[in-house]
């Protein structure tokens, strides 16, 4: 009975963290285009919901930029809804979550660069 009831503890603070997330989204996304810009999470800052959020997951509002950039996995430079909500899932916990984020995104940029470098000089030798 008590472990029924810690699982619908955890499954109604999902429910109520996805819903809050959704939310979120819409008000930072001022042009209601769907997606979420550098500019327009910058321009948010001071909202009382995302400073609530970035309570929840440890960080503060001087590393949203990197958060940003974390949760544009496809490096377009913008975030919809799908990107926004899976990764701030994904980063609650202690801000070490965001540190090792941002490794992991970063050790993925270095693969790409080193990938690249690799090619050239492939084409390179054979010219």
Do not use: T
Not at 6 to 35: T, W
């Amino acid at each position: 009975f008590v472990e029924c009831a810690l699982q619908r503890g955890r499954e109604d603070k999902e429910v109520y963290m996805i819903s809050h997330l959704r939310d979120l989204f819409s008000e930072l996304d001022g042009n209601q285009n769907g997606m979420i810009s550098w500019p327009e999470l910058e321009d948010h800052l001071d909202n009382p919901k995302l400073k609530v959020y970035f309570r929840e997951i440890d960080i503060d509002s001087s590393e949203a930029q990197g958060l940003f950039h974390l949760l544009d996995r496809d490096g377009s430079g913008s975030i919809d809804a799908e990107e926004f909500l899976s990764g701030c899932l994904r980063l609650r916990g202690p801000a070490k979550s965001l540190d090792l984020q941002l490794v992991m995104l970063e050790l993925a940029e270095q693969r790409k660069m080193v990938s690249r470098l690799a090619e050239f000089l492939e084409v390179d030798d054979s010219g």
